[in-house]
């Protein structure tokens, strides 16, 4: 990646909540590491929509980007993404026309048919998550049809009408890969916690691709757990706050964001060593130069038009330096 041709980078934030922290504080973090990725030149800020969980404060996905977009100002801001099983499509499709109004072509929306939760859920949401997965494709359309400005069955979405809202299918596995490649549009793969079906997925979209009125050929954007600082150490030593939150998670105990620990790899089971190496393969951390080469061979092996970073440590302006540090490095000459 030469500053010639340098592959787009773009940022998804979580938008921890640590401990000790509240909500308020990591919404106005969030905003001023949006400020420092729009400045640094990072081409997206994406916002994850996840619900019930006490160290994530981006639930409601859509009142937030709002925040990010009234502070920014060029930046394109998204969902990334938006669950669309947990909502309809007209509502949907209400709020994102309402954040195109109010930030003219800055818009993504990315889509994506898991849940993110359990059963309880579902109920809080007074909804059949596990029903409304199985129609996520014939929901796509329709959001997609809201925004072309076609009232259906009799009711029209005038917010969403003609909005130039950008829809991304998100994915995991090889469906939304399929998916994205049939409708036509980009596909981001969140290879930044589930790396497995990366190549085959890449794969699928590309060979199945049907340009569309959207995009005239493929599109595809990877995640990538990113850590920079001056040194390797120090930048695993802060990627450790990204590690505990994982094990919590995949172990059924999520929480806040703690403090980072040294040696914090050498504290796990083996089990809990294996789970984190998966999702640590798809990974650059360290010194700005170990980030340069990570996202290169990174880029060599996917041949993504994109990429998107993930990670978060507890302190934000750590984070932001990492941000800072890792556009730079890619920028200097080869």
């Known amino acids: 990646m030469t500053s010639r041709a340098m592959t787009p980078l773009s940022v998804l934030d979580l938008i921890p909540v640590r401990e000790g922290g509240s909500v308020a504080e990591s919404l106005t973090e969030a905003a001023k590491t949006a400020q420092v990725a729009e400045r640094a030149g990072y081409a997206r800020y994406w916002v994850a929509e996840h619900h019930g969980m006490d160290g994530i404060a981006g639930g409601a996905t859509s009142v937030v980007l709002a925040h990010i977009g009234a502070a920014t100002s060029k930046i394109r801001i998204g969902a990334g993404g938006i669950m669309l099983p947990n909502h309809t499509p007209y509502v949907i499709a209400e709020q994102f026309g309402t954040l195109d109004a109010m930030f003219p072509g800055r818009v993504d929306l990315g889509l994506g048919r898991a849940p993110g939760a359990d059963g309880r859920l579902a109920y809080a949401l007074r909804k059949d998550i596990r029903q409304a997965s199985e129609v996520f494709p014939q929901d796509v359309v329709e959001l997609r049809a ?99 939150a994982f ?12 403090p980072p620990i040294r040696g914090y790899r050498e504290t796990l089971r083996p089990h809990e060593l294996a789970m984190l190496d998966q999702m640590r393969s798809v990974s650059a951390i360290g010194s700005p130069e170990t980030v340069r080469a990570g996202l290169e061979a990174f880029v060599r092996r996917t041949q993504a038009d994109e990429l998107i970073l993930s990670g978060s440590t507890y302190d934000p302006e750590a984070m932001r330096r990492s941000l800072q540090l890792t556009m730079d490095a890619v920028r200097q000459p080869a």
């Open 247 to 258: 094990v919590a998670l995949r172990s059924g105990t999520p929480g806040r964001a703690k």
């Open 146 to 244: 809201r925004f072309e400005g076609q009232a259906l069955h009799g009711v029209a979405a005038p917010q969403a009408a003609g909005a130039k809202v950008e829809m991304w299918i998100l994915g995991s596995s090889t469906f939304g890969a399929q998916l994205a490649a049939m409708l036509g549009l980009p596909y981001a793969f969140a290879s930044h916690f589930a790396p497995a079906q990366l190549d085959q997925a890449a794969a699928i979209y590309r060979e199945r691709f049907e340009p569309s009125e959207t995009l005239d050929k493929p599109h595809f954007m990877a995640a990538i757990n990113v850590m920079a600082a001056d040194t390797d150490e120090e930048a695993w030593y802060l990627a450790s706050t990204n590690d505990q």
